[in-house]
């Protein structure tokens, strides 16, 4: 089983920032992809960045330029840093996490999310 713990939303003041953090924990084996998504009432989800083992990023082009996802191998975390925040930015945000786990004497695939932040922008 994989279980992913995410912190750092809150209330931000416009062109302000911050971290958001995503541990994974767990029998994991490998970690092949980690990234961020964003909600908000009425919309679907949309994704904000990810980053592969390779170190290989993406962002979407609202948030392009005030984000930086980054993640620690050792300790299974991935960081999404925030800046130059808008009203907009508001949203329920999720991490994903895909790779490899150990279930007993077996390896399988998992595709996780966590249980959401909610970041808040307003003066």
């Known amino acids: 089983q994989v279980r992913l713990v995410e912190s750092g939303g809150g209330l931000v003041q416009p062109g302000g920032s911050l971290r958001l953090s995503c541990a994974a924990s767990g029998s994991i084996f490998v970690i092949a992809y980690m990234g961020w998504s964003r909600q908000t009432p009425g919309k679907e989800r949309e994704p904000v960045a990810s980053i592969t083992s390779g170190g290989l990023t993406t962002y979407a082009d609202s948030v392009k330029g005030r984000v930086t996802i980054s993640r620690d191998n050792v300790k299974k975390t991935v960081y999404l840093q925030v800046s130059s925040l808008k009203p907009e930015d508001a949203a329920v945000y999720y991490c994903?996490?895909?790779?490899?786990?150990?279930?007993?004497?077996?390896?399988?695939?998992?595709?996780?999310w966590g249980q959401g932040t909610q970041v808040t922008v307003s003066a």
């Open positions: 994903n996490v895909r790779g490899t786990y150990y279930d007993g004497p077996d390896m399988k695939v998992f595709d996780s």
